[in-house]
Structures are given as structure tokens and as C-alpha cells.
């Protein structure tokens, strides 16, 4: 008989106006401004939506979203109730999803919204019916409570989140660490990619690096890209999308020696 993994013990604090998700641990594994729930406070969960930067702007609220791993809600939020898009989130740890709907203003199930308690790794490899090939923004942020490497890593892994994407869909993962850990990560992307279809923007202080990658996405021309920018600060820059700013941080993934 097997028995699941005890899950870490769900904490919050606040410090200067921030409230912070922590699992076990004085690392943060989210958090959210008192004042202005809706403003995306960490860095790094900026720049995981500058996946949106790949996709036309106009008809987003059509598309589905879906993110691997809850955190405090914030990705969630977003793309449900800023973008208008039929959001799913997983979690494994079902303190998490209480914490965010009692302390991280995250809504009850509904139209457009639905947080599933679950293994990310057996929801990507047996999505629910009608999930497979629909998802055009996936988001992937699971790290356990010491937040030193992604839980789910491998190219079997990577594989099935592109199954999950529409054709010109993309994904954005965060990931962390020492350099040679970043690069195993990027070339794993980048075997169930294709080495064309990734990209990376530049670490954040802290050490977040944020790879996107498409199923079959093309790259906008600088106009275009640039329209698409000032479109996301112009909607969104009030709440943390310094979207201009990213033009001038991504680059293709390009394999090196420390890939192995």
C-alpha cells in the first residue's frame, strides 16, 4: 500500500502591506498586496505573462488558460478576471486553495473558473475530456517547499503540457536555481519543443528565469510585437505589466555546453 507525501503546512505573513504564501518554509511562494489585490506583486509572476506577448490580443477572452500550480492565486486571477478567459488551476495541496480563497481574494468555483485539487503530473498525462490540444496560455510554477528546483522536470513532462496547447499556444515556466540546473531545464523544454519554439527572459534579482514556449507559435514582427506591448500596459500596466520592458529582455533559446 502506498501513501501520498505529506504535503508542508500552508503559512501566511504580512510585511509592509504584503501578504505572503509560504509552505513550511520562510521561503514565498506568492503574494499579494492588501491594498490592490488585483496588481501582480512579484516580479517574476510579471514576467510569466509576458507569454502574452506571442498571442493576438484581440481575441484572448476566447481562449482557455490553465496554470500548474496555484501559488497565491495571482496567474489565476489574472487570466480569469483581467483577460476573460475559461481558467483552470491545479494544486496539489489542498491547504493552498483554502488559504487563497479565505486570505488571497481567489472566487469560488464558477462560469469560467475552476481550481482542481491534484497531481499536475496525472492531470497533464490524462487531461479531462476536451482539454487536450484547447489550451492557448499555460502556465507552469511547481516547486516544492524549498523552492530549490521544479517538482515535474523531465522531457516526458514538457511533452504532454505541448499536447495540452493549441496550435500557436504557449507555455511559460518559471524556473530557478543555479545555472546548470536553468539549463537542463531549457534543453529539456526545448527537446519536446523544438529548439525554435523556445524562448527565455532575463532573471529577475531574486534568480527567476521565465522560459516561454509555443506549439508551432510564431514570432510577431517588431511592429507587431510592439503594438501588442503598449496594448498590455495600456490595459494592464496599472497592475504590473511593464510589457515594453520585455521586448527588450527575451531571446531565443539557443543550446550551449552546460546544457548537456
Known amino acids: 500500500m502506498t501513501h501520498a507525501p505529506e504535503l508542508p ?31 501582480i506583486e512579484l516580479e517574476y509572476v510579471q514576467r510569466m505573462l509576458a507569454a502574452l506577448l506571442w498571442l493576438p490580443q ?9 496554470q500548474l500550480g496555484l501559488g497565491a492565486g495571482t496567474l489565476t486571477r489574472f487570466t480569469h478576471a483581467e483577460l476573460g478567459m475559461d481558467t483552470t488551476a491545479i494544486e496539489l495541496n489542498p491547504q493552498v ?7 488571497l481574494r481567489l472566487p469560488a468555483d464558477g462560469p469560467g473558473l475552476q481550481v482542481v485539487c491534484g497531481d499536475a503530473s496525472q492531470w497533464v ?15 507552469v510554477d511547481l516547486y516544492d517547499h524549498e ?18 496547447l493549441e496550435p500557436g499556444g504557449v507555455m511559460a515556466v518559471n524556473l530557478f536555481g543555479r545555472q ?3 539549463a537542463r531545464s531549457a534543453a529539456r523544454i526545448a527537446a519536446a519543443f523544438g529548439a525554435g519554439q523556445v524562448w527565455s527572459l532575463r532573471a529577475t534579482r531574486e534568480g527567476n528565469t521565465v522560459v516561454v514556449a509555443g506549439r508551432g507559435a510564431i514570432p510577431p514582427g517588431r511592429a507587431e510585437l510592439t503594438a501588442r506591448a503598449t496594448t498590455i500596459e495600456a490595459r494592464h500596466g496599472k497592475l504590473g505589466l511593464p510589457a515594453r520592458k520585455w521586448l527588450r529582455m527575451v531571446r531565443p533559446w539557443q543550446a550551449g555546453p552546460a546544457q548537456g
Open 9 to 39: 503546512e500552508v503559512t501566511l505573513s504580512e510585511h509592509d502591506g504584503v501578504r505572503y504564501l509560504h509552505l513550511g518554509t520562510p521561503w514565498v511562494q506568492g503574494a499579494m498586496r492588501i491594498a490592490r489585490p488585483r496588481a
Open 58 to 66: 484581440e481575441d484572448l477572452a476566447e481562449g482557455r488558460a490553465v
Open 97 to 103: 486553495i483554502l488559504a487563497c480563497r479565505a486570505r
Open 125 to 139: 498525462a490524462r487531461p479531462p475530456r476536451g482539454y487536450a490540444g484547447s489550451v492557448r496560455l499555460l502556465h
Open 147 to 164: 523552492a530549490a528546483a521544479p517538482v515535474l522536470d523531465d522531457e516526458l513532462f514538457y511533452a504532454r503540457c505541448r499536447a495540452l
Open 180 to 182: 546548470a540546473s536553468f
